[in-house]
């Protein structure tokens, strides 16, 4: 896979962890990355059958066809990083304005409104007819496993976001 195309989450790990895993490939240059995601992957593979979450198992069972789910929203796993929070493709998002609700969701790593892609501040502002907006108080989300909606900022300070 090229670098450029793939979306990566950086997982800390402990350094010496690190270290025992490049000394076991035996120079000090290599590259323990592909091998590290071979071994999740191995595991994910393994396990797909066993007992995982409830909203895990709620998510995939709410995902019915997961061809056409992959189709209109993109994968599944993949999604949009908002600070600390990460937005699954498939989440909704919705912002109260006039008495008015709009709605956007995330799609192929992106939020779309109205056929538009934003960012969640721009998203908020476009909304409130581009005036200043805190799109953390403004936005509530609503991601594939969530039972129901909450504000953004309540989100971000939630163990796990």
């Known amino acids: 896979m090229e670098t450029a195309t793939r979306n990566i989450v950086c997982v800390p790990i402990e350094a010496s962890l690190y270290g025992e895993l490049v000394l076991r490939k035996g120079r000090p240059d290599a590259d323990v990355t592909t091998w590290i995601e071979r071994v999740l992957m191995d595991y994910l593979d393994r396990t797909q059958a066993d007992e995982w979450s409830p909203a895990y198992s709620s998510w995939l069972a709410s995902t019915g066809d997961l061809d056409a789910f992959r189709k209109e929203y993109g994968d599944p796993q993949l999604g949009y990083h908002w600070g600390t929070l990460f937005l699954p493709n498939g989440t909704k998002i919705s912002m109260n304005y006039k008495g008015r609700v709009h709605a ?21 502002s476009r ?7 805190n799109a953390w108080r403004d936005l509530l989300i609503k991601r594939p496993t969530d039972e129901s ?13």
């Open 127 to 133: 909304i409130a007819n581009n005036t200043s907006r």
């Open 149 to 161: 909606w909450c504000l953004a900022d309540t989100l971000r300070r939630t163990v796990g976001g």
């Open 104 to 124: 956007a969701e995330v799609r192929q790593q992106r939020i779309v409104f109205e056929g538009v892609v934003f960012p969640p501040s721009e998203l908020a």
